[in-house]
């Protein structure tokens, strides 16, 4: 167990951190690697090779055998091919090497991976390269490098090119418009994220006896548990001893590779919980993040818990999302996001955030679409989550100072205002300029926007990219409109432009209660688009305005947009249909089994009852008889339909978007058909005829 007074020397100590090359590479490569971070610039063959060769040190000296290129190709997590440092000499020994070149290059197949057909299968070489910006790692006795992923012909078939390029485009167009503004000396501009990950803990045994949540990360069957989240007892509960325990070891084993987690806490559903780390530079905070997950369910398999990631383990209570905090600062410091005292005489804020209203507004469907997969479109617009339909929640002052913008008067604010809480005991307490709202898709919270869309089990990195690439777009349309302005007519100016963005895009405003129908209408009524599920978000990826947004700012070319098309889709219509034939299995061998057994048993208990008691009308036997007889005929007609149903799927080839249609109307309406018998079935049946744990047993066992 790590000491509190051993914290500040075993964090990062599994990082090849800035302070590891400051300390052990010759001060011009140190400086060399710096620049390369910085700015962008290409890294020397022979300045790779000293890092190679100190990193190879290093390492060693922390227990590493092998080394791998850790990259994120289109499945949705990571991949890495591990080889060691040894190398044979001519006297039958080894030494270890490590070279300049296996640092920066590696060549793993890139014919298994998906690539929406920017390759044929018999074409198998890809390449990653080396991304310094995002610092190695030790884990499990080997050195993990974050790389790139692309194919032979350069085409990007990972989530951290994008991202990189999204993160340069922003930097770029903010740069210029700072200039405009006057603000001078600003090199680079980075986007910050802190991704907030909720997740579900439950016994392992249990994990390990349903096929559905091995199979597919969701329950496909059960009936509810008795008691559910209704009591609200959970959310900011006391965290049991054992769950601690586990929190406790997630902890040290993130601070040791240098993942700076700050907070944790119990979530509203049973058994759900929540970890939350500090802003980092948008890159590193994505690849941290697929390490935590990672990492979540390595230290809760030690625990004997199963860590659940998807969106939607268990029916009828929370799922769980990732919310994504976003903030966009300086390489001087100064975060353009923050409003400062008079937020309405803050030209850099006011532009910054009219860029993100009208970035938010014009690509929602892209943004919709950035966090759209079969898990989440199930937690998507319940009563836990934002709706599909996407708005802006700014709060009360930010709206006194848009006002102020649209009517042409510089809204100066009331400062921070001193809450009284009514006994003198207690301290005075700060109220901040905005309330939370928690209904909304994207919402301002003080110096930063969290976007509450993205699921728990993906990579934030989609989201991110389109965040990046449609607010550098828009700061581009600004820059545009102000470039060559005067200096004593440029606030003038600007707040004309302003007033213009805001004319155009605040219908996406909306600071009420997202979860009503009477939103529904109102956003219908604004043209606000109401996207609810991934293959009705999927058109406006391989539209004219994408198309054009992402390959003006050279994030993707046309042929990886394409490509993504296929992908999303494919993985989409896979995930369905695998859902699909498990929950057929289950019902029909593991529930099948269990009705038949407690009919068999309750029938002879009836006839034994009627021996004893002749004329005994056995009034409640018959009644749970009955029941299950209902259930049955449902579910066997049920299991009819949506075998035919998914053998039709199946067959659907010609066109992969009609094929995803298909399974989202026909082929997931049957699965909630048959599984409301199976889960009727179910709550009359005892637990000892089912093989397979219930909701109350997997959601309230944890101890």
């Known amino acids: 167990m790590m000491e509190a007074a051993n914290l500040t020397e075993e964090y990062g100590s599994l990082v090849f951190s800035d302070r590891i090359m400051r300390e052990r590479l010759p001060r011009d490569i140190y400086k060399a690697v710096h620049k390369t971070i910085e700015q962008g610039t290409h890294l020397e063959l022979d300045v790779a090779n000293c890092v190679a060769a100190v990193m190879k040190e290093w390492a060693i000296e922390n227990g590493a055998t092998h080394f791998t290129h850790w990259f994120q190709p289109m499945t949705g997590l990571t991949a890495e091919k591990h080889d060691s440092f040894i190398s044979p000499s001519g006297d039958g020994s080894i030494i270890m090497e490590f070279s300049g070149k296996e640092l920066v290059r590696g060549e793993p197949d890139a014919s298994s991976f998906p690539s929406g057909g920017l390759r044929a299968t018999f074409e198998a070489r890809g390449y990653t390269a080396w991304d310094p910006s995002s610092p190695a790692f030790i884990k499990d006795g080997s050195l993990y490098i974050p790389t790139a992923f692309c194919s032979y012909g350069g085409e990007a078939l990972d989530k951290k090119t994008p991202l990189l390029r999204s993160m340069e485009a922003l930097s770029n167009e903010a740069i210029k418009v700072l200039k405009i503004l006057g603000i001078e000396g600003v090199k680079r501009v980075n986007t910050t994220i802190g991704s907030e990950q909720e997740y579900f803990l439950i016994d392992k045994a249990y994990y390990k006896q349903r096929k559905d949540l091995l199979f597919t990360g969701r329950t496909l069957i059960g009936a509810p548990a008795t008691k559910g989240q209704e009591m609200e007892d959970h959310y900011f509960g006391v965290i049991k001893p054992k769950v601690s325990a586990f929190m406790h070891d997630l902890d040290e084993e993130l601070w040791k590779l240098g993942i700076p987690v700050k907070t944790k806490h119990n979530e509203v559903a049973p058994s759900q919980h929540e970890l939350a780390p500090v802003f980092e530079t948008a890159n590193v905070a994505v690849d941290h993040n697929q390490l935590t997950m990672e990492v979540m369910k390595k230290v809760a398999d030690k625990h004997n818990y199963a860590c659940l990631l998807h969106e939607k383990p268990f029916e009828g209570i929370n799922g769980s999302g990732k919310h994504n905090n976003w903030s966009v600062c300086t390489d001087t410091g100064l975060n353009l996001l923050d409003p400062g005292k008079h937020p309405g005489e803050n030209l850099p804020f006011l532009v910054f955030l009219m860029a993100v209203i009208a970035a938010v507004d014009e690509y929602a469907p892209l943004l919709r679409l950035s966090v759209a997969s ?30 102020g913008v649209e009517e042409g008067n510089a809204y100066v604010g009331s400062g921070k205002v001193q809450m009284e809480m009514g006994a003198k005991v207690l301290p005075h307490i700060t109220k901040d300029n905005t309330d939370r709202n928690r209904t909304s898709p994207f919402a301002f919270t003080g110096h930063k926007f969290e976007f509450r869309m993205p699921g728990s089990s993906v990579s934030v990195a989609n989201a991110n990219i389109v965040l990046n690439t449609a607010v550098a ?203 409301e018998y199976a889960d009727k079935a179910e709550a009359v049946i005892p637990d000892k005829y089912l093989s397979y744990p219930t909701y109350g047993e997997m959601l309230f066992s944890l101890t």
């Not at 937690?379 to 599909?388: I, Y």
């Not at 440029?490 to 432009?497: A, G, I, Q, R, T």
Request: with cysteine; net charge negative.
């Open 473 to 675: 777009e828009e700061l581009k349309k600004i820059g545009d409109k102000l470039e060559g302005t005067e200096e004593d007519g440029l606030k003038e100016k600007v707040m004309e432009v302003l007033k213009e963005v805001l004319s155009e895009h605040k219908r996406v405003l909306f600071n009420g209660n997202g979860y009503t129908e009477e939103w529904v209408r109102e956003a219908e009524r604004r043209g606000l688009p109401n996207l609810v599920s991934l293959p009705d978000a999927m058109p406006y990826w391989i539209s004219d305005s994408s198309v054009e947004l992402f390959t003006k700012h050279g994030i993707f070319t046309k042929e990886e947009i394409h490509s993504r098309f296929e992908i999303l889709l494919e993985n989409y219509t896979k995930s369905v249909h695998i859902e699909a034939l498990t929950m057929q299995e289950m019902v029909r061998k593991d529930l099948t089994e269990g009705i038949i057994a407690y009919e068999k048993d309750l029938t002879k208990e009836m006839l034994q009852k009627k021996e004893v008691l002749p004329g005994a009308e056995c009034i409640m036997e018959s009644g749970i008889l009955k029941v299950l007889e209902e259930a049955s005929g449902g579910m066997s007609r049920a299991l009819v339909r949506l075998k035919e149903d998914t053998d039709k799927a199946e067959k659907i080839t010609e066109d992969i978007l009609k094929q995803a249609v298909y399974y989202k109307d026909t082929v997931l309406k049957d699965m909630e058909e048959l599984r």
């Open 374 to 403: 079969a898990g989440n479109d199930h937690r998507l617009g319940g009563n836990e989550a934002p709706p599909a339909i996407i708005s802006i929640f700014v709060g009360d002052e930010l709206a006194e100072v848009l006002k």
